[in-house]
């Protein structure tokens, strides 16, 4: 094989190894639904002029057992089946306070499709919008034979 024939076929596998390997550089990853609507969230925050919130751990703890909780209880609300309230839940998970807010849907099966639904309805769209929330959390959990498949929640707070 010629330097020049050794030289295309370099040319050729090297990138189809690194396409074939999920490389970053050449496949961009899909975030997940949570990433999504946090996201969206900030997004729609700084084009109302509030600062971006951090992702919290103690507040998507909360807010994913709570969305588990309404996909495997097959239940749409706030109060979970234990009757814990939002903040009750938040704090349970470590969060150090009861400044605390909370959306929930369920049905939409995208992130993009929930956020909207959200922002459709004045309460939920009030919580992304206050500016006084710096920490949020976010849950998502699915359940095929649920009467609404997939439930979300949003855990908005300030330590």
Known sequence: MSLVERMMLCGMVVPLALLCSGSPLLAAQKPS????????TNAERARAGCPAMRLNGDLSEAAAKHSADMAHQDFFGHSGTDGRTPAERARSAGFPSDYVGENIAAGGET??????????????????????????????????????????TQELGRP
């Open 33 to 40: 639904p949570e990433q999504r609507i946090f996201e969206l």
């Open 111 to 152: 992130a993009d499709e929930t956020f909207r639904q959200w922002m459709k309805a004045e309460p939920h769209r009030e919580n992304i919008l206050d500016c006084a929330f710096t920490d949020l959390g976010i849950g998502h959990a699915a359940a095929p034979h649920s009467h609404y498949r997939h439930y979300w």
